[in-house]
């Protein structure tokens, strides 16, 4: 158990939806990250989160926001969901995060989603 | 930019046999290296890390060497078993996030 948290574990819904996925770091950390994994594409950083701040972006589409809140929870928000959204979503945690200086990152379970 | 290459799979192995999974990168400046384990099901997990070149990661079995020389990163381990079946993952990072090879998934046969 890496100590970070998910919800849900999985997600079905349709295309043009929207959802919210959830996810606590680790007791300390300060850094949240959020990354997808699809069979075609591997595994993608799409955003970084530092304590409470956006730091960073990858390959995050403009349909897909994401937010760290005071307690340090964060949530990614994926709307008019298309098909080609469905993968795994892991989000990773880490003590800090700054540039030139990384961190271990421990990643939570996944939410699986699938667009119908 | 940063890239990592991964050797393709699937690899299948009998219990007890050694294994070796080859990684390469390409990177700025001087990356941390790592490999990932993802069980079936399941989340990624840790399975051993190297912060400078000619570190030895290990746990579980398992070592890397962090090679600058010729940029690798290769896993291996002497004698595997049925419960090292699960896809690896080599990744990098120097900023703020990992970059990722495309996995290689092992299946190791009683």
Excluded at chain 2, 48 to 62: H, I, P, R, V, Y
Aim: glycine share 10%.
């Amino acid at each position: 158990d890496s100590g970070v948290t998910q919800t849900p574990k999985h997600l079905i819904t349709a295309t043009g939806q929207r959802v919210t996925l959830r996810c606590s770091p680790r007791s300390g950390d300060l850094s949240v990250y959020w990354y997808q994994q699809s069979l075609d594409q591997g595994l993608q950083f799409l955003i970084q989160y530092y304590n409470g701040e956006e730091r960073a972006k990858g390959n995050i589409l403009e349909r897909f926001s994401a937010q760290q809140f005071p307690d340090l929870h964060s949530e990614l928000n994926l709307s008019s969901l298309e098909l080609g959204d469905s993968a795994l979503y892991f989000c990773a945690s880490s003590v800090a995060g700054t540039s030139g200086s990384p961190d271990t990152q421990y990643f939570g379970p996944g939410t699986r989603l699938t667009v119908l | 930019g940063n890239s990592v290459t991964q050797m393709e799979g699937p690899v299948t192995l009998s219990e007890e046999a050694f294994l070796t999974i080859n990684c390469t990168y390409t990177a700025t400046g001087y990356p941390s290296l790592f490999w990932y384990v993802q069980y079936p099901g399941e989340g990624l997990q840790l399975l051993l890390k190297a912060t400078k070149a000619d570190d030895k990661g290990s746990n579980k079995g398992f070592e890397a060497t962090y090679r600058k020389e010729t940029t690798s990163f290769h896993l291996e381990k002497g004698s595997v078993q049925v419960s090292d079946s699960a896809v690896y993952f080599c990744a990098l990072s120097n900023d703020y996030k990992l970059s990722f090879g495309a996995g290689t998934t092992v299946t190791v046969r009683a």
